[in-house]
């Protein structure tokens, strides 16, 4: 199965299905030196982790707790691949045993019989937003990395079932479960989960990445442009359906005397570049934004069909999220 690997100096594979022994990401190319412990890894893997999602979180309580295979000696990375182990304890596979012979609407099921003629009915197997775990504990370790350079990275939802703000009061993040830069859009969002909730449907919604610090000069022209690059790391996120950089798709019923960042003796007067400029960073901070779609496990009746092509109804029982966000926020900052 390729199509595992991420990054060229930097390169992450990430393993492991959702109702498997264990999920988890091998790194390598990280530098020797580097002081590193499991709780740096666990505290970023507490904000994404099953349960922790506020009013929008699955009831499957996962403990995530990582595990340092190798790469690591007394507290420092040695500069040989980093392994890293995160293993299920909450697995209720029995739960999927009535969706084996299902292609269920919204997920990856069709397409992976199509291509591999097999297929992990339990939880999506490799497809499951499980996956994701190992993204977050390899970002952990490049958080680490890019702090030295004094380089950050911060998302949080701009966005939820249609309730949006303008706001980016990015004190604000930590005083809500859905990471908001507004308190009074969150109280709103939180509210809306809460009644879809109750109709047995799903939400989806925005999420903006705020990565600052970045030294001018990074990207390559042509086709190994930087926005290019984030774009292809944030779209290989399950959830993700589109990324825009800087303004984005505002752009287009911009005219070019709205959309140019004016150039003054202290800098940038605007950002609707995003920080990039000709796919190379121009030292403002960059942005980008994520379209998160809807959770596709609904609990209402959907129309499909089954191994043997009959067409079936089905439900999505078991234990979900009713949003990936807010626990798609450490990993939209991990793929930064």
Not at 154 to 161: C, K, P
Not at 190 to 201: A, C, L, P, S
Request: with cysteine; glycine share 14%.
């Amino acid at each position: 199965m390729a199509g595992n690997t991420f990054g060229s100096l930097f390169r992450v594979t990430t393993w492991g299905e959702s109702h498997g022994t264990a999920v988890g990401a091998t790194l390598d190319g990280c530098p020797p030196g580097l002081p590193l412990t499991a709780q740096d890894i666990q505290a970023e893997l507490d904000r994404r982790r099953p349960g922790k999602g506020g009013p929008a979180a699955s009831p499957r309580k996962e403990p995530d707790a990582v595990e340092i295979l190798s790469g690591v000696f007394e507290g420092k990375t040695t500069g040989t691949p980093i392994a890293l182990a995160i293993f299920n304890k909450d697995a209720h596979s029995k739960s999927y045993d009535n969706l084996k012979d299902i292609f269920r609407p919204g997920h990856g099921d069709i397409s992976y019989l199509a291509k591999y003629g097999i297929r992990d009915h339990r939880g999506g197997g490799r497809a499951s937003a499980r996956e994701t775990a190992g993204r977050v504990a390899a970002g952990a370790v490049a958080k680490k990395l890019l702090s030295l350079h004094g380089i950050t990275v911060t998302a949080y939802t701009v966005s939820l079932g249609g309730i949006t703000t303008d706001k980016r009061n990015l004190s604000e993040i930590n005083d809500n479960p859905l990471f908001c830069p507004d308190n009074e859009a969150a109280a709103k969002m939180i509210g809306h989960i809460e009644t879809v909730r109750k109709e047995g449907d799903t939400l989806g919604g925005i999420v903006e990445i705020l990565a600052t610090g970045c030294p001018a000069g990074l990207g390559e022209p042509v086709f190994e442009k930087l926005d290019a690059a984030l774009a292809s790391a944030l779209m290989s996120i399950g959830a993700v359906k589109g990324v825009e950089i800087g303004a984005g798709f505002a752009a287009a019923g911009m005219r070019g005397s709205e959309n140019n960042d004016v150039i003054l003796p202290e800098g940038f007067a605007s950002n609707n570049s995003g920080g990039i400029l000709a796919g190379i960073s121009n030292g403002d901070a960059i942005v980008a934004r994520v379209a998160v779609k809807p959770i596709p496990s609904i609990g209402k009746e959907q129309q499909t069909i089954n191994l043997a092509h009959e067409p079936v109804a089905v439900s999505i029982g078991g234990r979900h999220d009713i949003s990936a966000i807010p626990r798609i926020i450490p990993v939209c900052e991990a793929m930064v």
